[in-house]
């Protein structure tokens, strides 16, 4: 039902229906934007990283944001 509805339609992304802007790297914690630079540096997606230590990748994007 959903493809047929929206065939041939460009669907709005989330965050622009939302009003939301993603987060910029300035925004965020020390400890996660430091995080967050490390990951790139290395090479890694968040899924790649967090498969690496074991973890979810929503608590590797948790980190990142908050710095906990």
């Not at 630079?37 to 929503?58: D, P």
Request: with cysteine; proline share 6%; aromatic share 8%.
């Amino acid at each position: 039902y959903c493809q047929r509805m929206t065939r041939g339609l460009k669907m709005p992304r989330y965050n622009q229906v939302m009003g939301r802007k993603p987060r910029a790297l300035k925004d965020r914690p020390p400890q996660g934007a430091h995080l967050h630079k490390l990951r790139v540096a290395a090479g890694f997606t968040q899924v790649e990283f967090a498969k690496r230590l074991g973890i979810t990748q929503a608590s590797v994007a948790h980190w990142e944001l908050t710095g906990s």
